[in-house]
């Protein structure tokens, strides 16, 4: 079993900045990739980044130059770092992980709202 845990969110305003951060536990030997998702109110969950044992990371094309995804394997930690926020970013940002690319694990989620 793994046990996702998000923390830092907030309300901050445009052009503010946030960084999540994400604790694993539990049988984290089987994680190999870890990433943040979102889910505004009446849309599905998306893609933000993602990041592999290799530090290998992806991110969705309205993160790319203001996100940055980082881990720290020691610590069983995942991070995303969000500079100059826009209000379209507001949304529920989730912590997931998985065996191969894909997400089969999830925390419950860390509120963030950015104001105009």
């Known amino acids: 079993q793994v046990q996702l845990v998000e923390s830092g969110g907030g309300l901050v305003q445009a052009g503010g900045s946030l960084r999540l951060s994400c604790a694993a536990s539990?049988?984290?030997?089987?994680?190999?990739?870890m990433g943040w998702y979102r889910q505004a109110p009446g849309k599905q969950r998306e893609l933000v980044a993602r990041i592999n044992l290799a530090d290998f990371a992806v991110y969705a094309d309205f993160a790319k130059g203001r996100f940055t995804i980082s881990r720290d394997s020691a610590k069983n930690m995942v991070y995303l770092q969000m500079n100059s926020l826009k209000p379209e970013d507001t949304a529920v940002y989730y912590c997931?992980?998985?065996?191969?690319?894909?997400?089969?694990?999830w925390g419950k989620g860390t509120l963030v709202t950015v104001s105009s």
């Open positions: 539990g049988s984290i030997f089987s994680i190999v990739t």
């Open positions: 997931g992980s998985g065996p191969r690319s894909d997400m089969v694990h």
